[in-house]
T-cell receptor
Framework: GENVEQHPSTLSVQEGDSAVIKCTYS??????FPWYKQELGKRPQLIID?????GEKKDQRIAVTLNKTAKHFSLHITETQPEDSAVYFC????????????FGKGTHLIIQP | SAVISQKPSRDICQRGTSLTIQCQVD?????MFWYRQQPGQSLTLIAT?????????ESGFVIDKFPISRPNLTFSTLTVSNMSPEDSSIYLC??????????FGAGTRLSVL
């Protein structure tokens, strides 16, 4: 089955700096790559996603890049703010939301004031 | 996005008993999913529930332990049977919503004594 590796497990950055989280996957058939943010005690919330026909997608301070040849994708957060502190999960699947997701182990992002 | 209601939000149960978790969505959806999130861990897919057919279980999860019902396009239940302390987790349902994106319920926090 699919295997998703996520790094780092913990990331501490100064407020205003950028944060980058990376994931690699094993199944070349994967074509949908969402990122979820989970605050303590809350449900996972989709923050951005990318499909295999594009290499990069941006939404304000958040961007995701995809390298299908190397089987990795990354989340980039610029100008980090205290409210960005949370656990971030990458995930993959073959058929978008119509398939169950395989998640990475998560990255605990800490924004230092 | 879909509005998903999950009940109960939390419960404390005795070992050997069973708990049924309900997931209700405010619109008709084809696919519903059940995940487990052990304390401080990532999400793991338990099964996929498609209306009108048997649920499809992931490796390591069996129907006798986690029976699932999907009686219509807006509702599903997951039962955790013959519980042991190792079943203490957060159980989340998700749905394949608009734009082929998965949306999550708030989860059921289960503690087994």
């Amino acid at each position: 089955g699919e295997n998703v590796e996520q790094h780092p497990s913990t990331l501490s950055v100064q407020e205003g700096d950028s944060a980058v989280i990376k994931c690699t996957y094993s199944d070349s058939a994967s074509n949908y790559f969402p990122w979820y943010k989970q605050e303590l005690g809350k449900r996972p919330q989709l923050i951005i996603d990318i499909r295999s026909n594009v290499g990069e997608k941006k939404d304000q301070r958040i961007a995701v890049t995809l390298n299908k040849t190397a089987k990795h994708f990354s989340l980039h957060i610029t100008e980090t703010q205290p409210e960005d502190s949370a656990v971030y999960f990458c995930a993959t699947t073959e058929r978008g939301g119509a398939d169950g997701l395989t998640f990475g182990k998560g990255t605990h992002l800490i924004i230092q004031p | 996005s879909a509005v998903i209601s999950q009940k109960p939000s939390r419960d404390i149960c005795q070992r050997g008993t069973s708990l049924t978790i309900q997931c209700q969505v405010d619109s008709q959806v084809t696919m519903m999913f059940w995940y487990r999130q052990q304390p401080g861990q990532s999400l793991t897919l338990i099964a996929t529930a498609n209306q009108g057919s048997e649920a499809t279980y992931e490796s390591g999860f069996v129907i006798d332990k986690f029976p699932i019902s999907r009686p219509n396009l807006t509702f599903s239940t997951l039962t955790v049977s013959n519980m042991s302390p190792e079943d203490s987790s957060i159980y989340l349902c998700s749905v394949d919503g608009r734009g082929n994106i998965q949306y999550f319920g708030a989860g059921t926090r289960l503690s087994v004594l």
